[in-house]
């Protein structure tokens, strides 16, 4: 039952009311009433004319016995006609009154009003009778004789109708009570029932709304001990739906940035939002993008997607001109497209659409990430349902949004930084080990093939998250940097090492490792798994599958797997590659040399991948000579 409803039902009820009544009582009130108080004159007027009539009867009886004088006979006799006829008039007005009453609203009363109208009518025939003795030239005692008994008549009449009418009153005042009744009674439900609504409105849901929003003033978004009222009008059950809607989110907002709150590294704000939103929404990707404003470009950052690896992902970019998001720039506003297959056909050129329709991805959300007045990127939220996204999607998103975007800018500027002092750490391995920027792209290249093959395989011993490639990527190029280390006589020295060289030169891994061991020190605080992929690499891509590797004789699955991957792109690479202290092997007699440290040095499941795509290691071995 809606409060509404009920309001609309009590108004029309009270309007039918007051009409019915309005209506019911002009009939009994004014109708009736006026005939029922002129009534009550006339039967008072009639009871005392026949009382009046009882003295000219009187005095014609008293003449009759002792004297008689035909002028005093004459002149009371007149005074009985003129009486008789009044009470004629009378009864005859009467009897039209009652007519009348009755045409209007008295037919429940029919039986009686009959009555009293026969009764009426025999008043009026004995009337007559006596007036017409009158009117004959007879002896006085016989015309007394004759009408005496109709003087009786007319007596005993007028009382039964004097008694009949006060009956009939009666009864009437007993309706126009009942009905009086009857529609007070029924006005008090109306108000009761508005009543009800207002108060449980002011008792119950005004201080429940009260305090909910007082909660929400000071941030408590656990509402477990606000107390629902038991609701009643689907009003109210709107009311406790939004408030706790409110609450929800809330709630959902707080966790999030609880979340990343913990957070330094952007993928890891990414993902963590990825879950929580696939969980909240029922999305199926979350994507992050950031706006190169030099370059005029839109830079795909990173992105999550369920169920497989992501197309449109990093190191995807695109002009900003050739993409929608180039008005999101200005306008600075989210955009809600439904139909991506629809715009992919007007747009059949865009790669980044292309590019979702891999993924099978129908429906976007994208909010522009703002800081001040300038866009420095763009979140998207996506799912494989077309139309999916409603203007609650986009409200709650817009919140989000508005919590997170410092948090994305700073691990973002972070990631910068970081980027920053890795590529920094590999240009000085670079100039320190004689070593090409070309030999740092191809190892870097092998490494992350190898590794999206590995995600492609799904091996169960050899798991790895997209996430996982990026910092391969990110830290291939830096695994030598211990070489910064090992003195120039030993790292340039074209010939074969002495034991003692050798020695030296077998610590370049623990260098490496313990720089960014300390690194990891002074980071640990933020976040313990900071540069440990950058770790790993370093330390051990000289370890070898059976043990004997160094700096610490880690042992085939003991080895971290990314150092294993980068051990393979590495070796591959040195054995292709002419070194200060030795020349190039051919690619094809290098393969034969990778296969043969197969389960010796390397790990033979990456090498039998390594070999397998060979043509794709071609690729890349052709494209930086
Ligand atoms: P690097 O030149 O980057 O070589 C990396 C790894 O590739 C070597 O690790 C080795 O496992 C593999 N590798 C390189 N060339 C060949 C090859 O011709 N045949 C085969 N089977 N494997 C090869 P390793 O041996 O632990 O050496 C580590 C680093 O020590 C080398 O890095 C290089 O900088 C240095 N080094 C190794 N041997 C010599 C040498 O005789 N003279 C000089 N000056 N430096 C050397
Ligand atoms: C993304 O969705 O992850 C990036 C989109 C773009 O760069 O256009
Ligand atoms: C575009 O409009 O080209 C990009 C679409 C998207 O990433 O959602
Ligand atoms: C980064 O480059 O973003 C962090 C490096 C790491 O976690 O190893
Ligand atoms: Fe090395
Ligand atoms: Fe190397």
Redesign the pocket.
């Known amino acids: 039952m809606k409060i509404k409803n009920l309001t609309i039902v009590a108004i029309i009820l009270s309007f039918l009311i007051i009409l019915t009544s309005i209506y019911v009582n002009f009939d009994l009130v004014v109708n009736v009433r006026f005939y029922v108080d002129k009534n009550n004159v006339l039967v008072e007027q009639i009871n005392e004319d026949n009382l009046k009539l009882q003295i000219p009867v009187q005095k014609l009886k008293d003449i009759n016995e002792y004297s008689r004088t035909s002028v005093s006979i004459a002149i009371i006799k007149d005074n009985a006609m003129d009486l008789i006829d009044s009470m004629q008039s009378v009864s005859l007005e009467l009897k039209n009154n009652l007519a009348t009453m009755n045409d209007i609203s008295l037919k429940r009363h029919n039986a009686a009003v009959q009555t009293i109208s026969s009764k009426l009518l025999q008043l009026q025939i004995n009337l007559d009778q006596v007036q017409f003795v009158m009117n004959q030239n007879m002896l006085l005692n016989e015309m007394l004789n004759t009408s005496d008994e109709n003087l009786m008549l007319i007596s005993e009449l007028i009382d039964e109708i004097d008694q009949d009418y006060d009956d009939l009153n009666l009864v009437i005042l007993n309706d126009l009570t009942i009905v009086l009744n009857t529609m007070f009674i029924l006005l008090m439900i109306v108000v009761a029932s508005l009543f009800f609504g207002l108060i449980r409105f002011v008792y119950f849901q005004i201080p429940y709304i009260v305090k909910g929003l007082n909660m929400l003033g000071d941030k408590q978004y656990h509402n477990e001990t606000l107390k629902i009222p038991t609701p009643i009008f689907v009003e109210e059950k709107e009311i406790h739906n939004y408030i706790d809607t409110v609450f929800e989110e809330n709630r959902f907002i707080e966790d999030i940035k609880e979340v990343l709150l913990k957070v330094y590294?952007?993928?890891d704000a990414v993902d963590a939002l990825f879950n929580l939103l696939k969980e909240r929404m029922g999305i199926d990707r979350v994507g992050l993008a950031f706006v190169d404003y030099n370059r005029e470009m839109i830079v795909a950052e990173y992105g999550v997607i369920v169920d497989r690896v992501i197309k449109l992902g990093p190191g995807f970019e695109v002009p900003f001109v050739r993409t929608s998001l180039y008005d999101l720039i200005e306008s600075r506003k989210p955009m809600i497209n439904n139909d991506l297959e629809e715009e992919f056909k007007k747009r059949p050129k865009s790669s980044s659409l292309y590019l979702l329709a891999q993924e099978e991805i129908k429906s976007n959300l994208i909010l522009p990430l703002t800081m001040g007045n300038a866009v420095f990127g763009f979140l998207f939220l996506s799912s494989r349902e077309k139309d999916f996204f409603n203007l609650n999607h986009l409200h709650l998103a817009e919140k989000i949004v508005y919590e997170i975007k410092g948090l994305l800018n700073r691990t973002y500027f972070?990631?910068v930084v970081?980027?920053k002092i890795?590529s920094g750490f590999s240009e000085l391995v670079e100039k320190k080990d004689n070593e090409t920027g070309e030999h740092i792209l191809r190892m870097v290249n092998y490494s992350t093939l190898l590794a999206y093959k590995l995600i492609e395989k799904n091996h169960p011993d050899y798991q790895i998250q997209e996430r996982m490639v990026l910092?391969i990527e990110?830290?291939a190029a830096v695994h030598d940097i211990g070489k910064v280390g090992i003195p120039d006589s030993i790292l340039k020295k074209p010939g074969k090492l002495t034991d003692e060289e050798w020695e030296i030169m077998r610590t370049h891994p623990i260098i490496g490792g313990d720089i960014?061991k300390s690194i990891r020190e002074g980071l640990k605080a933020f976040?313990p798994?900071?540069?440990?992929?950058?770790?790993d690499i370093t330390r051990y891509h000289h370890e070898k599958w059976n043990g004997e590797g160094y700096p610490h004789g880690l042992k085939g699955h003991e080895i971290p797997l990314v150092a294993r991957i980068v051990a393979v792109a590495d070796v591959f690479d040195a054995i292709s590659s002419k070194r200060i202290y030795k020349e190039a092997f051919e690619v094809e007699e290098s393969f034969q040399i990778l296969k043969n440290m197969s389960g010796v040095n390397l790990d033979p499941y990456l090498v039998e991948i390594f070999i397998e795509n060979k043509s794709e290691v071609l690729k890349i071995y052709e494209k930086y000579k």
């Not at 798994?529 to 770790?535: D, R, T």
């Open positions: 590294v952007v993928e972070t990631k970081f980027s890795t910092e990110r830290n960014f976040d798994e900071l540069y440990k992929v950058s770790e």
